[in-house]
Nanobody, 130 residues
Framework: QVHVVESGGGLVQAGGPLRLSCAATGRIFSTYSMGWFRQAPGKEREFVAVITGSGSSTYYADSVKGRFTISRDNAKKTVYLQMNSLKPEDTAVYYC???????????????????????WGQGTQVTVSS
C-alpha cells in the first residue's frame, strides 16, 4: 500500500500564492499518476489537477486552469501544486492521491475520477481570505 502525505496548506490572502507538496512511498513512484482533489464544506470532492508518471501530461479543472500548476520530482517522490491568484472559492481541504494501477492513458475522464486513485493522503486545509 502506497502512503501519501500532503503538506503546505494554510491561510493566505486572496490573490496570493501557495505551494502544496505531496510525498509518497513506492519503489515505482515514477509510474504513478498523481492527482490533486479538493473538498469544500458542504460539497463533494472535486478534481483539481493530475500529472502522469512521466510528467509528460497534465490535466486541470477549468476552474483552476491558468492559475494552478502541477509538477513532480520523481527523485524526491514528491508532487507539487503551485497555486497562484488564489480566490476565496479555492478554500477547501486539498487531497493528494496516487494511481498505482499502472494504467497509461490519455483519457481525461479517467484521471478526473477519484475512483481512479487507490491511495489518498489525509488532506491539508487551504483557506483564502478576502
Amino acid at each position: 500500500q502506497v502512503h501519501v502525505v500532503e503538506s503546505g496548506g494554510g491561510l493566505v490572502q486572496a490573490g496570493g500564492p501557495l505551494r502544496l507538496s505531496c510525498a509518497a512511498t513506492g519503489r515505482i513512484f515514477s509510474t504513478y499518476s498523481m492527482g490533486w482533489f479538493r473538498q469544500a464544506p458542504g460539497k463533494e470532492r472535486e478534481f483539481v489537477a493530475v500529472i502522469t508518471g512521466s510528467g509528460s501530461s497534465t490535466y486541470y479543472a477549468d476552474s483552476v486552469k491558468g492559475r494552478f500548476t502541477i509538477s513532480r520530482d520523481n527523485a524526491k517522490k514528491t508532487v507539487y501544486l503551485q497555486m497562484n491568484s488564489l480566490k476565496p472559492e479555492d478554500t477547501a481541504v486539498y487531497y493528494c492521491a496516487a494511481d498505482t494501477s499502472g494504467v497509461i492513458t490519455d483519457s481525461r475522464e479517467y484521471y478526473a475520477s477519484p475512483h481512479t486513485f487507490a491511495s489518498w493522503g489525509q488532506g491539508t486545509q487551504v483557506t483564502v481570505s478576502s
